[in-house]
């Protein structure tokens, strides 16, 4: 019970993501890289503080993570932030969860792995159901942003793929946290040298601080540690959840409104990504 609960709680986390951007984005007047290099301060500041209260060594700091993983975390972030300037909470959640997904599965066929009959239903299925979501017409999301939020997905997809060795997943991901710090910085200079007056609004501040400390630090180490404790298969289709939560979020706290063609792209995304997941061939 324990561990359901905990992965409920992760979950939520992911999902809390969207939703405080969006809010941060939709509701206040911050600049979206101010918002970013925020949310990547935090995350880290989070992560340092829970991992020297777990080690007490501070030279893990600088040592722990790797360069690549804060550069696709960074890209990650930043794409993520300037897509939901237009995208809804729920909608930009699931373009993610797919860009993700299908980023993961392409890497995997390039390797050599391939996939069974069922799979490669589940694959195509989700594939034609993105595809679908994202055509021209009256109620097609906005183009730039389903292309900024793709690049986001692609990116944790990347950065996913970097973790897949980690033996120490919270000390990782706040080394890379860390070493994005940089990365933040420049975000944040960008923001002002390129607009003067860009915004620091504080209730802004408060969801990035948010989305940063509590939605992606914190629910990252939540998720890293039930992650060993879960089968891979029940791993990747819980993740299902996060599009559907979002979108309730969204509801709830944007007062967004649901398309046919996102439920009937919902359904069918998430039962060829379900598919392609359960049905996965193992291999030796």
Known sequence: MRIIALTALAMIAFAANSVFTRLGLAQTSIDPLVFTSIRLLSGALALAVLVWMQS???????????WRGATALASYAIFFTFAYITL????????????VQITMIFWAIVKGERPGPIELIGILLAFGAFAYLVSPG?????PLGTVLMVIAGISWGVYSLLGRGSRNATQ???GNFVKAIPFAIAALATAVALT??????LTGLFYAVLSGAI?????????????????????????????????????????????????????LILLGVALATLFKKQTK
């Open 56 to 66: 007490k060594n501070t030279s893990l700091l600088l040592s722990s993570g790797t």
């Open 196 to 201: 003067p007056n860009a915004s620091f609004d």
């Open 215 to 267: 939605a992606s630090g914190m629910g990252y180490a939540v998720w890293y540690y039930v992650l060993p404790q879960l089968a891979r298969t029940s791993a990747g289709v819980v993740q299902l959840t996060v599009p559907a939560i979002a979108t309730a979020g969204g509801i709830l706290f944007l007062g967004e409104l649901i398309t046919a063609r996102f439920l009937i792209a919902s359904a």
């Open 138 to 142: 009256l109620v097609a999301p906005d």
């Open 88 to 99: 809804g909470a729920g909608l930009g959640a699931l373009v993610l969860f797919a860009s």
């Open 172 to 174: 990782d991901t706040m």
